[in-house]
Antibody, heavy 117, light 107 residues
Framework: QVQLVQSGAEVKKPGSSVKVSCKSS????????INWVRQAPGQGLEWMGGIIPIFHTPNYAQKFQDRVTITTDESTSTAYMELRSLRSEDTAIFYCARELGTHLDSWGQGTLVTVSS | EIVLTQSPATLSLSPGEKATLSCRAS??????LSWYQHKPGQAPRLLIY???NRATGVPARFSGSGSGTDFTLTINSLEPEDFAVYYCQQRSDWPPITFGQGTRLEI
């Protein structure tokens, strides 16, 4: 397992963007996929997308394809998730998680994003 | 997209009892099925991967079984700290990774 530390809570206006960071303590950052998972209030876990840093090519869930960008900075072992055109329904906790082949073995602590006017 | 359906939605049991949670996939996921425990205010915790392998540090009372489309998470002799929401997740047909809707295990 590795430690993933996410950035702090955010409050955003509708229509704006949010960028959440996820810093990894893993020496294998470049070769392990980092995924982003969302949990809206009272809802379950929802996969948004993921990226293997060394390949720089993210995959996104169709639902978020037009509004999300996932990137990495290998020099700081940090992954980022940017969500644009925020609406109230995007209020949620966002988690980053390291993928080990078939499963997500390490998770960040979560970042609460509140979208409110 | 593979859909995972968990049952029951809510399971009410007492400490010391045995819990049996089900996860059914809309098509075969081979054995690429994982289970997570999620408590309020905490990150999800990996319990079982590849259908039946316990993750590091997971107590032996947790076990997983199944393959193809039908999977089971069994928790023997429930402890008070086991009451949480449990999710299954597949990574067979990717993207996307998909989760079940969750089973709430309550006292």
């Amino acid at each position: 397992q590795v430690q993933l530390v996410q950035s702090g809570a955010e409050v955003k206006k509708p229509g704006s963007s949010v960028k959440v960071s996820c810093k990894s303590s893993a020496g294998t950052f470049s070769t392990s996929a980092i995924n982003w998972v969302r949990q809206a209030p009272g809802q379950g876990l929802e996969w948004m997308g993921g990226i293997i840093p060394i390949f720089h090519t993210p995959n996104y869930a169709q639902k978020f394809q037009d509004r999300v960008t996932i990137t990495t900075d290998e020099s700081t072992s940090t992954a980022y998730m940017e969500l644009r055109s925020l609406r109230s329904e995007d209020t949620a906790i966002f988690y980053c998680a390291r993928e080990l082949g078939t499963h997500l073995d390490s998770w960040g602590q979560g970042t609460l994003v509140t979208v409110s006017s | 997209e593979i859909v995972l359906t968990q049952s029951p939605a809510t399971l009410s049991l007492s400490p010391g009892e045995k819990a049996t949670l089900s996860c059914r996939a809309s098509q075969s996921v081979d054995n690429y099925l994982s289970w997570y425990q999620h408590k309020p205010g905490q990150a999800p915790r990996l319990l079982i991967y590849d259908a039946s392998n316990r993750a590091t540090g997971v107590p032996a009372r947790f076990s997983g079984s199944g393959s193809g489309t039908d999977f089971t998470l069994t928790i023997n002799s429930l402890e008070p700290e086991d009451f949480a929401v449990y999710y299954c997740q597949q990574r067979s047909d990717w993207p996307p990774i998909t989760f079940g809707q969750g089973t709430r295990l309550e006292i």
